[in-house]
């Protein structure tokens, strides 16, 4: 009987590695890949879910995509296991992972689970004893393999009960990918774009932004985070920010992602970025918003300006003064 692996695959190298010991083995496998709007990792006009699906089709296994959704949110806002160097809930993020994997586990019908996770790779979620901790809260002891390091753990179900055979597995350990990159060589896996990819909220840049809407937000919701990725943030009050396009692509993005009833601002008279207003809308907050976009146009300094807002459609002019400097801009800014 043909035993079946679920892996948890990304499209990166160690996850695609940890798929291909599996199909060496003649284990079938089915790829699961979680989106998330805090990955790093994209590629020319791909993410990772493109990349996964693109590593599953290429070894001809199925894959089911998932989104990491409002559940998912509240693990960032009130992680049990707290936070590493950012806002990143890494612990509890895996066990979210394991524990969605575990569900699908009966509809897929696999025997157990994979992972391309190295032992001492990850700082925070790949030690030994938090590995440990994964496994036991995710439910999946005994049926959680990890192919690339499985020689440092004791034997799983599946190697115990003969349906794979432990002498091929690896010791990998550490954070050097060298020892990857040899393996992915000697089985012929190639165009791996993102060995190392990353989590948006480890970066020490990115984490005001998550933490801004975390702490002016009644509920959570994806769209929010999606929209961190692009544009400038400047919060003008408890419900209310601006977004203003740093680029024509910035631009495009904001145009085609606001919403009805936000209000979008250009300035008249020349080249102007987008300005979307976000959240609760009023004339003080508008005004502001409005300040706050001239700065980034060639408007002449203290001069009063029209600049159009337009809502559902519907547009009016409204004259600004165009007095705000870098210093002014500043305390607005996430």
Request: include cysteine.
């Amino acid at each position: 009987m043909q035993r079946k692996a679920l892996a948890l695959l990304s499209g990166g190298l160690d996850s695609t590695l940890a798929v291909k010991v599996m199909l060496d083995q003649g284990i079938a496998v089915e790829a699961l890949n979680f989106t998330s709007p805090f990955c790093t990792c994209t590629g020319k006009n791909t993410g990772c879910k493109s990349e996964a699906v693109r590593v599953a089709e290429e070894f001809d296994i199925p894959i089911k995509v998932m989104t990491k959704g409002l559940d998912y949110l509240e693990v960032v806002r009130r992680p049990r296991h707290g936070y590493g160097k950012g806002l990143n809930p890494c612990i509890d993020c895996r066990i979210f992972l394991l524990r969605k994997a575990k569900e699908y586990m009966t509809e897929s019908g696999a025997d157990f689970v994979i992972t391309g996770e190295v032992l001492g790779q990850r700082p925070m979620s790949q030690r030994r004893d938090t590995l440990r901790v994964i496994e036991r809260e995710s439910g999946l002891e005994g049926l959680l393999l990890r192919p690339l390091s499985a020689q440092f753990f004791e034997p799983t179900i599946p190697e115990r009960e003969g349906w794979v055979d432990r002498s091929k597995l690896l010791a990998m350990k550490g954070r050097s990918r060298k020892d990857q990159i040899q393996l992915a060589e000697e089985l012929d896996v190639r165009n791996y774009p993102c060995p190392a990819g990353g989590c948006l909220l480890t970066e020490t840049s990115f984490v005001p932004k998550v933490r801004d809407v975390l702490d002016h937000s009644d509920e959570l919701n994806l769209r929010d985070f999606r929209m961190l990725k692009i544009a400038r943030h400047f919060r003008l009050g408890e419900r209310t920010k601006v977004l203003i396009g740093r680029s024509e692509a910035d631009n495009n993005l904001l145009e085609a992602a606001a919403q009805q009833g936000e209000t979008a601002l250009r300035w008249v008279d020349g080249s102007s970025p987008l300005g979307v207003v976000m959240g609760r809308q009023d004339d003080d907050c508008i005004t502001l918003a409005a300040k706050i976009l001239l700065r980034y146009t060639k408007a002449e300094p203290g001069a009063d300006c029209a600049v159009k807002a337009t809502v559902d459609g519907r547009e009016q002019l409204i004259t600004v003064a165009n007095e705000f400097s870098d210093a002014a801009v500043e305390p607005y800014r996430v």
